[in-house]
Nanobody, 123 residues
């Protein structure tokens, strides 16, 4: 049973940076994809960035060039480096993982394991 714990959220000013970390435990050898998703009040959850066990990444258009997702040697920990943050980036950020599949989509419904989230507020 995969468990995910996010950390690193907080408040940041427009144009600033923030680094989020997600640590996975339990059955991580079977994880094929991990990713970051976010949900702002009144909006649907959306994909931000994903990464597979080979390090192949996939980004939402809104964060390309600003955000960077990386992983440890195993799918045990991933990070999200967020730069040039904007107020529209304000959201609860969730880490997610999935087993199987060949493409790490940014569609939330494809992921079966979720953390509880960490809030990022940009003002």
């Amino acid at each position: 049973h995969v468990q995910l714990v996010e950390s690193g959220g907080g408040s940041v000013q427009r144009g600033g940076s923030r680094r989020l970390t997600c640590k996975a435990s339990g059955g991580i050898s079977s994880i094929s994809c991990m990713g970051w998703f976010r949900q702002a009040p009144g909006k649907e959850r959306e994909g931000v960035a994903t990464i597979d066990h080979n390090g192949q990444t996939n980004y939402a258009n809104s964060v390309k060039g600003r955000f960077l997702v990386t992983k440890a040697n195993t799918m045990k920990e991933i990070t999200l480096e967020m730069n040039n943050l904007e107020p529209d980036d304000t959201a609860m950020y969730y880490c997610a993982a999935r087993r199987g599949g060949f493409y790490c989509t940014t569609v939330p419904e494809a992921y079966g394991y979720w953390g509880k989230g960490t809030q990022v507020t940009v003002s």
